[in-house]
């Protein structure tokens, strides 16, 4: 079953501003990565498969169901992580969680009883019975993923799970939604303006920009041919060079970087073989970021 | 509790198969989660201080009204009375539990969470405003139970119950009056603002600034002035409607003149359906606005 599928989608705004323009795109069940600029439309295409926007032309479904037409329906089996604040300073994690279960048509003992699961889920123990205005933005952002779960849905729409967050909190955020998305056997929507991010947990990659779809692809397919290493050493660079070159590996410069396409785990032996040999002091030897935005930033010019 | 060694076993992410509950009670939940919020329940002490304040002062009124009326051995207040009496309490409890049920939640922007549920629009602000009236509604009608507790235990006999009762239920029916239309105009006003500051000037607003209006209007020249003035304020708009339909409850003794509406009964009874009706439109105007930010 496709999961999302949109067709000539197109959202004008009251004032003329065109939010979405003929989007078309289907993906699969999956975790699936929504990039795209501040103001790419992310946020509309989210209010209009939830049912909050109506589109001005074009079709969509969600889980087979069609939001403009029977949005209750869709609602009820979606989760929903919005990207700005959204909790009440005075409530509890729990009792917040437990409160939306129910509005989710949980019946009370159920609601409690998901709601500290949930809660749980996302790593939040005891402190859940605290008034959420003392929490950390890494804890906010927690149960704002467990209220989206509570009632169990086939699919999370998070807009910018990472919002506001450390590295360390944009790790362990990231962690989870790949967790939920292939443990708990539910679908989820990730958007996020930060290509790097959502790339290292999706399947499926959904670029937009200025309402219009860029790509959408299994990110296996975008990144197939793209594995690249990257090789810093202090000093002797040229040598490094030259030895890569002499074990018949197709290195490259970038700056002070050498290239070297990733083939299989025996590059990695090779390179830190060579650079023992020479004795040179090795800078990082990691394997490339941002592939996909590369591949982006070639179709696109300086966008993504 | 089955596992002897007492160790807590991760067992991962449970699916939910079980019952999903409709529209009918997700607006109960919502309802009565409204009604505790307004007497903040659930909440914060500090939630809870002033709520508790005015029903504190309310009982302990109708209490002492009792207890003076069994010691002179006479009726000092009617039921109807006594929710005239209080009106001032009512918009103060109002200005505080309004913004508490609907200013906050646009405060803190929880309303995403709402309506991202498969909850229609309209069942959030409805929800909200039963709730207020129900709230309102206790807060008048509990104290006139104890009046008439203290009525009844030292009523003699049966008939003298019953007369209690007679005189009891136009009290609440009148309650009622009270709580709609204040909760209506109160939500609505709260509704427009997420600074409860604010919201809880603008419904003290509402309802005292329109009170020189009246003034004004009952002392023009005009007679037909005079007795539409009430229609220019809530109170005394729910007074017109109590003076028509109910006169023997509001007006006890032949000196106590109140207010003078003359034929317009009818008309205080439009005015204020108009004004409910206007304020329901209005509020599920707004919501219809707010769930597509």
């Not at chain 1, 790419?40 to 209010?47: E, F, Q, R, Y």
């Not at chain 2, 309802?31 to 002062?57: N, Q």
Request: proline share 5%; hydrophobic share 50%; aromatic share 6%.
């Amino acid at each position: 079953m496709t999961l999302i599928a949109t067709e000539s989608l197109t959202k004008v705004y009251g004032g003329g501003v065109t939010a979405l323009s003929e989007l078309t795109v289907a993906v699969e069940p999956g975790i699936v990565g929504l990039v795209g600029a501040n103001g790419a439309g992310k946020s509309t295409l989210i209010k209009i498969l939830l049912g909050l926007l109506t589109p001005t032309r074009g079709r969509v479904r969600v889980l087979g169901l069609d939001p403009t037409t029977d949005p209750a329906a869709v609602r009820a089996r979606v989760g929903y992580m919005p990207e700005h604040d959204c909790l009440p300073p005075d409530l509890s994690a729990a009792e917040l969680v437990t409160h939306l279960g129910r509005i989710s048509g949980l019946p009370r003992t159920v609601a409690r009883e998901r709601a500290s699961e949930a809660l749980r889920h996302v790593g939040l123990h005891e402190e859940r019975h605290r008034p959420v205005g003392g929490y950390s933005t890494g804890m906010k952002q927690r149960v704002k993923l467990a209220q989206a779960l509570v009632h169990d849905p086939d699919l999370l729409l998070l807009d910018e799970p990472t919002n506001g967050l450390d590295p360390a909190g944009r790790d362990a955020m990231l962690a989870l939604v790949h967790r939920i998305g292939t443990e708990f056997g539910i679908s989820v929507l990730v958007c996020s303006h930060l290509l790097g991010e959502v790339e290292r947990i999706c399947d499926t990659l959904v670029a937009i920009d200025g309402g219009r779809l860029l790509r959408a692809d299994h990110i296996a397919a975008m990144t197939s041919a793209t594995d690249v290493l990257a090789v810093e050493v202090s000093e002797g660079t040229e040598a490094l060079a030259a030895r890569l070159a002499a074990l018949d590996l197709p290195v490259s410069r970038e700056g002070r970087l050498l290239l070297v396409p990733l083939a299989d785990q025996q590059t990695y032996d090779l390179i830190i073989g060579a650079v023992a040999d020479l004795d040179l002091p090795l800078h990082r030897l990691d394997q490339r970021r941002h592939r996909v935005a590369e591949l982006f930033a070639r179709r696109e010019g300086s966008h993504v | 509790m089955s596992e002897p060694t007492g160790v807590i076993h991760d067992i991962g992410y449970q699916r939910y198969t079980g019952l999903r509950l409709g529209r009918r009670h997700v607006f109960g939940a919502l309802y009565l989660h409204g009604v505790r919020t307004a007497f903040g329940l659930g909440r914060s002490a500090k939630a809870k201080i002033f709520p508790w304040l005015v029903v504190g002062i309310v009982i302990m009124v109708a209490a002492a009204v009792t207890a003076i009326s069994s010691q002179i051995g006479e009726s000092i207040m009617t039921y109807a009375q006594f929710a005239d009496a209080m009106s001032w309490l009512v918009i103060f409890f109002v200005a505080v539990a309004a913004p508490e049920l609907v200013s906050r939640d646009l405060r803190s922007g929880v309303l995403p969470l709402y309506f991202s549920r498969p909850l229609p629009h309209a069942d959030y602000p409805l929800a909200k405003l039963l709730a207020l009236v129900t709230a309102l509604w206790l807060l008048l009608g509990a104290p006139q139970l104890v009046m008439f507790l203290g009525g009844a235990f030292t009523a003699d006999g049966m008939r003298a119950v019953w007369d209690e009762v007679l005189d009891l239920l136009p009290g609440l029916l009148y309650a009622g009056l009270w709580a709609v239309v204040f909760a209506a105009v109160g939500l609505l006003v709260a509704s427009l603002t997420g600074k409860r500051a604010f919201a809880a000037g603008g419904i003290v607003a509402v309802f005292l600034m329109t009170t020189p209006i009246v003034g004004v209007l009952s002392i023009l020249p005009s007679q037909t002035a005079n007795q539409l003035a009430g229609l220019a304020s809530p109170s005394t708009l729910v007074q017109g409607i109590g003076v028509w339909t109910m006169r023997d409850q509001l007006i006890t003794s032949p000196e106590a003149a109140g207010p003078d509406i003359g034929a317009f009964g009818p008309a205080y009874a439009l005015a204020a359906v108009a004004l409910v009706a206007a304020c329901v439109a209005l509020l599920l105007a707004r919501y219809r606005k707010v769930a597509a930010r």
